[in-house]
């Protein structure tokens, strides 16, 4: 009787176990966001693991340049990608978490003319501003008639406005922080510095691609764990612990 019982209650915790499937999710270098140089990974990283606790999947991370990974998860060679703008949502087709974090998008000058330099894009006609090639910006940014200055990453745009190699460094105010912020650029950080106001606010997203047969279930996970993690503070307490605002 007593062995029956055990095998009973043995076999009630096995039904209980969810079966887990890795799921690849494709992100970029975008400290404090994504970093393959951070303890974590970045926030988007850790958030994700912590939002498939216990969900059945098991997310694997990928570091790739952004222009590739618009290819792959459109192609359905991933799960789901981490983090996306509004307007890089356009292109491509996807199925979309609810705001993550919010994402203020302004400008860095040099901070000697800081009193001087109108930020605001109504002023910003044929000025220099400096971009990460691949990258999408918002259409304000365009609609302003800037000339897109391109290079390859925000670090090294950080360093040319420093020199006056352009006027504005087009970037999110968290990531510039984060980057100013290492102790290699003390620096640059006395020559560079964020500009109120943002010219844009934007929420930022998870994507799952539509190629897989559970896409609609990691999409639920995804949901579900933000809710709890919110639920718990815990969501609230991981964005202060990276400086991030909160949709």
Same mark, same amino acid.
């Given at each position: ?11 009630? %915790? ?6 887990? $499937?890795?799921?690849?999710? %494709? ?5 404090? =966001? ?8 970045? *926030? ?26 618009? =290819?792959?998860i459109t192609e ?27 994402? $203020?998008?302004?400008?860095y000058i040099r ?8 930020? @605001? %894009?109504? *002023? ?10 691949? =990258? ?23 360093? $040319?406005?420093?020199?006056? @190699? ?19 650029? %003390? ?22 691609? @539509? ?22 503070? @815990? ?13």
């Amino acid at each position: 009787m007593y062995l029956a019982r055990l095998l009973c209650l043995a076999a009630a %915790l096995w039904s209980c176990v969810v079966p887990s $499937r890795e799921v690849l999710f %494709l992100t970029l270098d975008y400290p404090p =966001y994504s970093s393959e140089a951070m303890p974590k990974k970045g *926030a988007a990283v850790e958030l994700l693991h912590l939002m498939l606790e216990g969900s059945g999947f098991e997310p694997k991370i990928k570091f790739m340049p952004w222009s590739r990974l618009l =290819y792959e998860i459109t192609e359905g060679r991933a799960d789901g990608a981490l983090l996306f703008w509004p307007e890089e949502l356009k292109k491509v087709d996807v199925l979309t978490t609810s705001p993550i974090f919010l994402s $203020r998008l302004g400008f860095y000058i040099r901070s000697d003319e800081q009193s001087s330099r109108e930020v @605001r %894009l109504f *002023a910003m006609h044929k000025k220099r501003v400096c971009t990460v090639r691949g =990258y999408g910006y918002p259409l304000e940014l365009a609609d302003a008639e800037v000339i897109f200055d391109e290079a390859l990453s925000d670090e090294v745009n950080l360093q $040319r406005v420093a020199i006056g @190699r352009c006027d504005y460094v087009a970037l999110e105010k968290a990531v510039g922080e984060y980057l100013l912020s290492q102790p290699k650029q %003390l620096k640059l950080k006395a020559k560079v510095s964020w500009a109120e106001p943002a010219f844009a606010e934007l929420p930022l997203t998870f994507a799952v691609t @539509r190629a897989k047969s559970d896409s609609d279930a990691l999409l639920l996970a995804l949901e579900s764990g933000l809710a709890r993690l919110r639920s718990q503070q @815990r969501y609230q307490q991981l964005s202060a612990e990276y400086g991030l605002d909160q949709p």
